[in-house]
């Protein structure tokens, strides 16, 4: 099966600092990537898709300015909350995807901002 | 359009018994109907999918019924046991997965 990595599992940071998330695809190429936000006891909201080595395609209501998305390669991407806020404090997860479209989910991240 | 609706929000089930989860979509181009289940702290992992070209597909105690023409389908969980207490999301994709809003099962023993 699909191996997908996230790092780090969890991180706390303080308001007004900025935080990355890596993403890895540990046995397959990712064409594609998702990534997903989630409040307790909510389902899971795409934030925005990127293709290797193009910009990211934000949804309607993400800031792409604070949420920074780089799909370098085929098996990284990295998610950079900017300058973190309180509200921000989320679980995010990535899912890349390969060309069978078929979408694998990482472990999640668990970011509090205090 | 875009909105898949999931039901019950909850559910609590006696070990042993039947639990069925119920989704509905709008959108006739969605063409990948996948179920996930998600442990507290912990990413979605995929249960069972199906394409519409079928109307049931099961893989050991889950099974998905699809009903095209009522566009609808559901998650069954045969002889439900307390391990499969989570909460369950239904997704539907015509290239982006789009979430139903979940339901937390409870299996008690």
């Known amino acids: 099966g699909a191996v997908v990595s996230q790092h780090p599992s969890w991180v706390i940071c303080k308001s007004g600092t900025s935080v990355k998330i890596e993403c890895r695809s540990l046995?397959?190429?990712?064409?594609?990537m998702f990534w997903y936000r989630q409040f307790p006891k909510q389902s899971l909201m795409l934030m925005a898709t990127s293709n290797e080595g193009s910009k990211a395609t934000y949804e309607q209501g993400v800031e792409k300015d604070k949420f920074l998305i780089n799909h370098a390669s085929l098996t990284l991407s990295t998610l950079t909350v900017t300058s973190a806020h309180p509200e921000d404090s989320s679980f995010y997860i990535c899912?890349?995807?390969?060309?069978?479209?078929?979408?694998?989910f990482g472990p999640g991240t668990r970011l509090t901002v205090t | 359009q875009q909105q898949v609706k999931q039901s019950p929000q909850s559910l609590i089930v006696q070990k042993g018994g039947i639990s069925i989860i119920n989704c509905a979509y709008e959108n006739t181009a969605f063409d990948y109907f996948p179920w996930y289940q998600q442990f507290p702290g912990k990413g979605p992992a995929l249960l069972i999918a199906i394409r519409p070209d079928v109307s049931e597909k099961k893989e050991g105690r889950f099974t998905i019924s699809f009903n095209k023409s009522a566009k609808q389908f559901s998650l069954h969980i045969m002889d439900s046991q307390p391990g499969d207490s989570a909460t369950y999301f239904c997704a539907a994709s015509g290239g982006k997965l789009i979430f139903g809003q979940g339901t937390e099962l409870s299996v008690k023993p």
């Open positions: 899912s890349p995807s390969e060309q069978t479209r078929e979408q694998y």
């Open positions: 046995d397959f190429q990712a064409t594609t």
